[in-house]
């Protein structure tokens, strides 16, 4: 593994790397974790790290890329179409043991469609940066992006007391609006961190002036901190409840950017001291790897989870996230030159 990795924006590759982590485990708890201890401590803490830095965190730094990225829109449309046929390929490979199930009988009461079609982050990736790519390319694309802003704050104000329902039309609209339990990151409410991370990179000359000196960064994390603890239950019940969190309002995106905001100077500020340390180094490398590394999660937890569905205990599920992390690790070593055009 190198030592350090050139012409690469660290703080994002540091973030992702966090942020897979942080995936492998709450997908572990999910699938892995007997319900009898969703309401424990840890699973809580690991549900709430699952929350605001790992969907949003991944959707926000692949906005701000599309605005500072020279590629055309032909290009960017292109990754964008790669990602969302990748999403439907990942989606058949997480499912190979749960379909084999539902085709000898044992889960014929499953709709394998469901599984086929599953919105995942990957579609929402690609639909954004497609759209965002227009929107790049637009002859005014600062008002063009403030007002679908605009536009899209509006909807997450009343997004979460809408019912939608499209009949033979769900299968395509669930990749748009939260409208079945097999659509997890529809565009709406999610592609407003992609939108959030495009808006940032247009008028990041306004964020070099963002600089505080120490004693200032201690006291916003401090502040930070606070916020957290006295704003802990509002995260526990949202990140709990996945219904709510896939298809969250505008209170919960507002506190996503409070919450990452500090998130940020914080892990900015440890990897200022330890961005040399080899744990740190690590985990820029797998967030170079982002793409790569959450489709072989997904794979080998998909098709574990199909045959050791919630019959874990914790102890059982914390040595799954440590062995699959390492396996997850050694696989992406041996695979990312060959591939490429995963990399975000």
């Not at 709450?26 to 969907?55: C, D, M, R, W």
Request: hydrophobic share 55%; proline share 3%.
């Amino acid at each position: 593994m190198p030592n350090t990795i050139h012409k690469r924006n660290e703080m994002a590759d540091l973030l992702k790397g966090f942020a897979i982590l942080f995936m492998i485990a709450i997908h572990i708890f999910e699938l892995f974790l007997n319900s009898e201890y969703h309401h424990k401590p840890l699973t809580q803490a690991v549900f709430v790290l699952g929350g605001p830095t790992t969907a949003a965190i991944f959707m926000l730094v692949l906005g701000y890329f599309v605005e500072y990225t020279k590629k055309s829109k032909i290009e960017l449309t292109k990754r964008g179409l790669k990602l969302i046929i990748t999403g439907v390929l990942l989606n058949i490979l997480i499912n190979i043991n749960l379909f084999i199930h539902i085709f000898d009988g044992r889960l014929a009461f499953i709709n394998p469609l469901e599984f086929v079609f599953g919105v995942d982050i990957l579609f929402l990736a690609g639909i954004s940066t497609i759209i965002l790519a227009f929107v790049k390319y637009s002859p005014h694309p600062k008002i063009i992006a403030l007002s679908i802003f605009i536009f899209m704050l509006i909807i997450l104000n009343f997004n979460s007391n809408i019912k939608y329902s499209f009949g033979s039309f769900d299968y395509l609209s669930a990749y748009f609006i939260k409208i079945s339990n097999w659509s997890y990151f529809p565009v709406i409410p999610w592609f407003v961190y992609p939108l959030f991370g495009f808006i940032l990179a247009q008028n990041k000359k306004i964020l070099k002036y963002f600089n505080p000196t120490l004693f200032w960064r201690v006291i916003l994390i401090l502040i930070y901190v606070l916020f957290c603890l006295f704003t802990i239950d509002y995260i526990i019940d949202v990140t709990n409840d996945l219904p709510v969190y896939y298809n969250h309002d505008i209170k919960f995106f507002g506190y996503t950017l409070l919450w990452l905001s500090g998130y940020w100077l914080i892990v900015k500020q440890l990897n200022f001291y330890l961005g040399n340390n080899k744990i740190f180094i690590y985990l820029r490398w797998l967030g170079k790897n982002v793409t790569l590394a959450y489709i072989i999660q997904w794979v080998i937890i998909g098709n574990i989870g199909t045959s050791v569905f919630r019959t874990f205990n914790i102890y059982y599920s914390l040595i799954s996230f440590v062995i699959i992390t390492v396996i997850v690790s050694i696989i992406v070593f041996y695979l990312e030159d060959k591939t490429k055009w995963l990399k975000l």
